[in-house]
């Protein structure tokens, strides 16, 4: 058997209601990410069925989807809000993560993605003074209150949504409320956004699909870690982003697996397994980004993402002579762990 860190998703979006598995067929037609979401679908149409949803109801689920993570290994995950658009549901949603935070045996580091897209009926400058007049002064409020703890901003800083200015405005206005900035940067458009995220010190920024060598070199020397979600690019046929030059540019690199209804998956072992064909990264940077690094995305490489004295005891046992197994044997991740562990306890034990 073999024992490796717990591993760590530095990228979700796991509360919502309303999936979209009818737009799949759409997409394999050759649909654009942006054509379904201009024609009404995409992020709007999770937005509509999320703010009808209960607070309970997004619980529920959000609890199934945290387990499904903790079969596939992982025990420390990055969630996010963003289908909500408006304060009233942003805190439904944040809320649901506060309480799945002390009900669920996973750690969590929680991100305010109100500014995910722009609401039906405004403008993105409307959109972006909503975010930073009335939605984050709201989860100020409530932070200083002890009713919430979020730790991170994030922007879909992107053409047709928030533009770079935009989106600097909001990061820098969450920044003020002590957040740290974690976005998503030159995903479908090359706008520079990895520069600007870079200037602002950014802990991390997400997809770098169109990411510039600039925009690596920016982020080599700010430190700032780049996560790398091959799931998006394998689902939307996006040109994979260069991770090897990243890597040899100093970037630090980490993975996640961008669990949304767009990327249904919540499986580390997968990300990386696609990470190491798509995207030509080696098994042991696979793991890495998996674990040391992705716990430095969310600020947290002092105390997870390797197995050192003094860090967590979270962990995953497998059955299997070599580690490798894991993400070489595709889709069988839950034939392997036998064991996962949450801060020294065992929280999950799977029999033969």
């Known amino acids: ?49 999320t703010r009808k949803a209960s607070e309970e109801e997004l619980f529920e689920s959000l609890k199934k989807r945290l387990w499904s993570m903790i079969h596939s290994g992982t025990t420390l995950v990055e969630c996010k809000s963003g289908y909500g658009l408006d304060a009233e549901t942003e805190i439904k949603m944040l809320s649901v993560i506060e309480r799945a935070r002390k009900e669920i045996p996973i750690d969590i580091s929680c991100t305010f993605c109100g500014a995910h897209a722009v609401p039906k009926g405004k403008t993105s400058e409307e959109a972006k003074n909503d975010v930073i007049n009335n939605q984050l002064v709201q ?32 990061l820098e206005a969450g920044q003020k409320c002590g957040l740290e900035i974690n976005f998503h940067a030159d995903e479908l458009h090359p706008l520079n956004g990895a520069e600007m995220g870079a200037e602002l010190g950014a802990l991390a920024m997400s997809h770098l699909e169109e990411i510039s060598e600039a925009g690596m070199e920016a982020m080599s020397k700010s430190g700032s870690v780049g996560v ?20 040899e540019i100093g970037m630090a690199v980490a993975l996640g697996s961008d ?3 767009n990327a249904y998956c919540m499986s580390m072992p997968l990300v990386m ?11 042991p940077q696979a793991l890495v980004a998996s674990t040391l690094n992705a716990a430095k995305a969310l600020g947290k490489s002092d105390t997870h993402g390797s197995l050192s004295p003094g860090k967590v005891a979270n962990m995953v046992l497998i059955e299997a002579p070599r580690w490798e197994h894991l993400i070489y044997q595709m889709g069988c991740h839950n034939d392997l762990i036998r064991y996962v562990i949450v801060h020294g306890e065992v929280i999950l034990q799977k029999g033969n």
């Open 1 to 49: 058997m073999c024992l490796l860190p717990g591993f760590v998703d530095a990228h979700t979006h796991p509360v919502w209601a309303g999936d979209r598995v009818h737009e799949f067929a759409m997409k394999l037609a050759g649909a654009t990410y942006m054509e379904v979401h201009k024609a009404g679908g995409g992020i709007h149409f999770t937005v509509e069925h």
């Open 139 to 170: 989860i100020k409020n409530l932070m200083q209150q002890g009713k919430l703890h979020v730790d991170n901003i994030d922007v879909f800083c992107e053409q047709g949504v928030f533009n770079v200015s935009q989106s600097q405005e909001i």
């Open 228 to 247: 790398i979600l091959p799931t998006t690019a394998y689902i939307l046929r996006l040109k994979p982003p260069n991770v090897q030059r990243m890597i």
């Open 259 to 261: 669990f949304n209804p």
């Open 273 to 283: 397994h696609l990470a190491c064909v798509n995207l030509h990264m080696s098994l």
